[in-house]
């Protein structure tokens, strides 16, 4: 098992910036790749960022050049540098661990519970 927290979401206006972290507990760390996925209301959970083992980063094509995605793996922890944000980004944003490089939700078998994340105009 690994059990996933998230912190630092909140609210910010349009053009701001925000770091979201997930603290990771449980099984190997190193051993996950982790992605970002966002869900707003009405809508489907979609992907954000991933990090695979090697600290590879991939993004979706709506925040590439503005999110950055890290992991400190001494820590336990993925972060999500958010900058330049724009009302479209308002959601829950969750993080998730699992084995593949993949963009598919289902894919992930670990969840955290989300933080909030509204970015006003």
């Known amino acids: 098992q690994v059990q996933l927290v998230e912190s630092g979401g909140g609210l910010v206006q349009a053009g701001g910036s925000l770091r979201l972290s997930c603290a990771a507990s449980?099984?190997?760390?190193?051993?996950?790749?982790l992605g970002w996925f966002r869900q707003a209301p009405g809508k489907e959970r979609e992907f954000v960022s991933g990090?695979?083992?090697?600290?590879?980063?991939f993004y979706a094509d709506s925040v590439k050049g503005r999110f950055t995605v890290s992991r400190d793996d001494a820590k336990n922890t993925v972060y999500l540098h958010m900058n330049s944000l724009e009302t479209e980004d308002t959601a829950v944003y969750y993080c998730?661990?699992?084995?593949?490089?993949?963009?598919?939700?289902?894919?992930?078998?670990?969840w955290g519970q989300g933080t909030q994340v509204t970015v006003s105009s």
């Open positions: 449980g099984r190997t760390f190193s051993n996950y790749v």
């Open positions: 990090i695979s083992w090697s600290g590879a980063p």
């Open positions: 998730a661990a699992g084995h593949l490089r993949t963009r598919t939700p289902s894919d992930y078998t670990y």
